[in-house]
């Protein structure tokens, strides 16, 4: 499976962004798809996360009622919403795939995407 990210750059707090994250190689139909991000100088961490039907969804606390995961089975692809955007929101963001369950530990990721940078301006 290959995953390939987009829709970042650069814009100013308070603004919206919505990334999308194309799988090719094989459907991504039965696997659970997340989003996480990495911020200079920090780890990597769990954004959002949807489960392989969409019934399920899950935010880290920080993205919670400001970001909204979404799926498209028949187009094999994965979306970000991200509203009310804050400088620390700045971050390298990264999906990925796993055959199981969903999960926020990025150890149990099968695949990555190359990532796409978010810069929020103050």
């Known amino acids: 499976v290959q995953l390939q990210a987009s829709g970042g750059g650069l814009v100013q707090t308070g603004g919206s962004l919505r990334l999308s994250c194309a799988a090719s190689g094989r459907t991504v139909g039965s696997y659970s798809l997340g989003w996480f991000r990495q911020a200079p100088g920090k780890e990597r961490e769990f954004a959002a996360g949807?489960?392989?039907?969409?019934?399920?969804?899950e935010y880290a606390d920080s993205v919670k009622g400001r970001f909204t995961i979404s799926r498209d089975n028949a187009k094999n692809t994965v979306y970000l919403q991200m509203n009310s955007l804050k400088p620390e929101d700045t971050a390298v963001y990264y999906c990925?795939?796993?055959?199981?369950?969903?999960?926020?530990?990025?150890?149990?990721?099968?695949?990555w995407g190359k990532g796409t940078l978010v810069t929020v301006s103050s």
């Open positions: 949807i489960s392989w039907s969409g019934a399920r969804t």
């Open positions: 990925a795939a796993d055959s199981f369950l969903l999960t926020r530990r990025r150890d149990r990721m099968d695949y």
